[in-house]
C-alpha cells in the first residue's frame, strides 16, 4: 500500500532551521507531483510548496517564499522541506502528499491523492 512518513520535526528558536524529510513506500512517487502542507492549531490546512516529477516546476506559498526550499531524491523516493529561516507563525503539523493525477502543481489539498501523518514543527519567540 501507499504510504508516506514524515520526519525532521521538532521545537526551535525563532531564526533557526529545519529540514524535513517524507519518505514514500509502496510505489514510487518518481512520476508524480509532490507537495508540503500545514496546519496551525484552529487553522484550515494551508499549501507551503511542490514539486513536479523532474523538479524543475516548483511553487511555493508566499508565505514561504524566500525561506525554504523543496527538493526531492527519485533513487530514494523522497523528497524535503529545508526551512530556513523559521518564524513563530511557521509552527504547524507539517504533511506531504503525492498527487497522481494533476498535470501541474496545484495548491489545492484535495487535489492529493495519499497524505502522510504529519510532524510537528514549534518555532519559539
Known amino acids: 500500500q501507499v504510504q508516506l512518513v514524515e520526519s525532521g520535526g521538532g521545537l526551535v528558536q525563532a531564526g533557526g532551521s529545519l529540514r524535513l524529510s517524507c519518505a514514500g513506500s509502496?510505489?514510487?512517487?518518481?512520476?508524480?507531483?509532490m507537495g508540503w502542507f500545514r496546519q496551525a492549531p484552529g487553522k484550515e490546512r494551508e499549501f507551503v510548496a511542490a514539486?513536479?516529477?523532474?523538479?524543475?516546476?516548483?511553487y511555493y506559498a508566499d508565505s514561504v517564499n524566500g525561506r525554504f526550499t523543496i527538493s526531492r531524491d527519485n533513487a530514494k523516493n523522497t523528497v524535503y522541506l529545508q526551512m530556513n529561516p523559521l518564524n513563530p507563525e511557521d509552527t504547524a503539523v507539517y504533511y506531504c502528499?503525492?498527487?497522481?493525477?494533476?498535470?501541474?502543481?496545484?495548491?489545492?489539498?484535495?487535489?492529493?491523492?495519499?497524505w502522510g501523518q504529519g510532524t510537528q514543527v514549534t518555532v519559539s519567540s
Open positions: 502528499a503525492v498527487d497522481f493525477r494533476s498535470y501541474a502543481v496545484t495548491e489545492i489539498p484535495s487535489a492529493y491523492d495519499y
Open positions: 509502496g510505489r514510487t512517487f518518481a512520476n508524480y507531483v
Open positions: 514539486i513536479t516529477k523532474n523538479g524543475v516546476r516548483i
